[in-house]
T-cell receptor, first 111, second 110 residues
Framework: DAMVIQNPRYQVTQFGKPVTLSCSQT?????MYWYQQKSSQAPKLLFH???????NEADTPDNFQSRRPNTSFCFLDIRSPGLGDAAMYLC??????????FGPGTRLTVT | GQNIDQPTEMTATEGAIVQINCTYQ??????LFWYQQHAGEAPTFLSY????GLEEKGRFSSFLSRSKGYSYLLLKELQMKDSASYLC???????????FGKGTSLLVTP
């Protein structure tokens, strides 16, 4: 029944070691989003895809990249994770501008 | 830019009614969303308002006044499982970005 799936749920990486988080959806939604949420803070949008069109938020660091090879999958690549990148990473999807459906998140720890 | 304010914490008693307020100042407006987020879990959609007035959905209602930049989420017949963070999010009128407030942490006590 899962509609937005994120793997893994918990990821530990070392300082500076590239890491990839994955998201898949069974909703066939055309828009996919990546948010970063730190403890007790609001989710912060990093970027989103409208179909294959990539939209980066102005303040998203270059260290964060994304790929969407097809409608169902979207990846978040962190090229050189720093301690400040430890957070929950949330993937969400929507059909146009309707409500966003969130995955369970991946909690990233940087050691 | 966007500025979204909501109280940090609220406490209410099981069975009671609680109102969580949200004020916003945005450069454009294309609707306001309320999400519920339990600790360590993803946000789940509760309601959407784009026109002024009250939207009712079971125990939850949401109100919007665009002229005042104000919304509230009303929770009736509170249950212990309603203890969670409630996020107010505003959609701008360009693009698909949702700007979230920091959330209101609601504690329901027996």
């Amino acid at each position: 029944d899962a509609m937005v799936i994120q793997n893994p749920r918990y990821q530990v990486t070392q300082f500076g070691k590239p890491v990839t988080l994955s998201c898949s959806q069974t909703l066939n939604h055309n828009v996919m989003y990546w948010y970063q949420q730190k403890s007790s803070q609001a989710p912060k949008l990093l970027f989103h895809y409208y179909d294959k069109d990539f939209n980066n938020e102005a303040d998203t660091p270059d260290n964060f990249q994304s790929r969407r090879p097809n409608t169902s999958f979207c990846f978040l690549d962190i090229r050189s994770p720093g301690l400040g990148d430890a957070a929950m990473y949330l993937c969400a999807t929507s059909s146009g501008r309707l409500e966003q459906y969130f995955g369970p998140g991946t909690r990233l720890t940087v050691t | 830019g966007q500025n979204i304010d909501q109280p940090t914490e609220m406490t209410a008693t099981e069975g009671a009614i609680v109102q969580i307020n949200c004020t916003y100042q945005t450069s454009g407006f294309n609707g306001l969303f309320w999400y519920q987020q339990h600790a360590g879990e993803a946000p789940t959609f509760l309601s959407y308002n784009v026109l002024d007035g009250l939207e009712e959905k079971g125990r939850f209602s949401s109100f919007l006044s665009r002229s005042k930049g104000y919304s509230y989420l009303l929770l009736k017949e509170l249950q212990m499982k309603d203890s969670a963070s409630y996020l107010c999010a505003v959609a701008s009128n360009s693009g698909y970005a949702l700007n979230f407030g920091k959330g209101t942490s609601l504690l329901v006590t027996p």
